[in-house]
């Protein structure tokens, strides 16, 4: 239960971060929206589950990021195909400076998080456990 709420509260910043950023400069419809989701998927790799430096490798959360990166990209795509004509509520984008209108997956302040969420769930879940002892190497009771 621990690690799912890391993965809501780590993916759900990182995604808040890049689809603020985004937002502001513009970024999150047609093919740089791709982009966005990417980068939002690598740092949800990088971030969730265990930290870099605890890796046995570097390269370990680089192929997490990697990962993450095409995963986010396919649920940006799933979340076109299924919500793709569902409006951004008014009351969520009057405070962000966008105009009403626009669709759930045009607006990536609010589409970032719930991406990252569903990745960091997956990786904390997946990587931030420590794993059951094998039981090798432990002497074994004889009678």
């Given at each position: 239960?621990?690690?799912?709420?890391?993965?809501?509260?780590?993916?759900?910043?990182?995604?808040?971060?890049?689809?603020?950023?985004?937002?502001?400069?513009?970024?999150?419809?047609?093919?740089?929206?791709?982009?966005?989701?990417?980068?939002v998927?690598?740092?949800?790799?990088?971030?969730?589950?265990?930290?870099?430096?605890?890796?046995?490798?570097?390269?370990t959360?680089?192929?997490?990021?990697?990962?993450?990166?095409?995963?986010?990209?396919?649920?940006?795509?799933?979340?076109?195909?299924?919500?793709?004509?569902?409006?951004?509520?008014?009351?969520?984008?009057?405070?962000?400076?966008?105009?009403?209108?626009?669709?759930l997956?045009?607006?990536?302040?609010?589409?970032?998080p719930?991406?990252?969420?569903?990745?960091?769930?997956?990786?904390e879940?997946?990587?931030?456990?420590?794993?059951?002892?094998?039981?090798?190497?432990?002497?074994?009771?004889?009678?």
């Open positions: 239960m621990v690690r799912v709420l890391l993965g809501l509260l780590k993916g759900g910043m990182v995604g808040a971060v890049v689809g603020f950023a985004a937002s502001r400069v513009g970024l999150g419809a047609g093919a740089s929206a791709w982009l966005v989701y990417g980068v998927g690598f740092l949800v790799g990088l971030v969730c589950g265990k930290p870099p430096w605890r890796q046995e490798t570097f390269w959360s680089i192929v997490k990021g990697v990962i993450g990166l095409a995963v986010c990209m396919g649920l940006f795509w799933v979340a076109g195909k299924v919500i793709g004509g569902m409006q951004a509520p008014a009351m969520f984008l009057a405070p962000l400076g966008l105009a009403e209108g626009r669709t997956v045009s607006v990536p302040i609010l589409l970032g719930l991406i990252g969420i569903v990745y960091g769930v997956f990786v879940v997946d990587d931030g456990g420590k794993s059951a002892p094998t039981g090798k190497g432990q002497p074994t009771k004889q009678n």
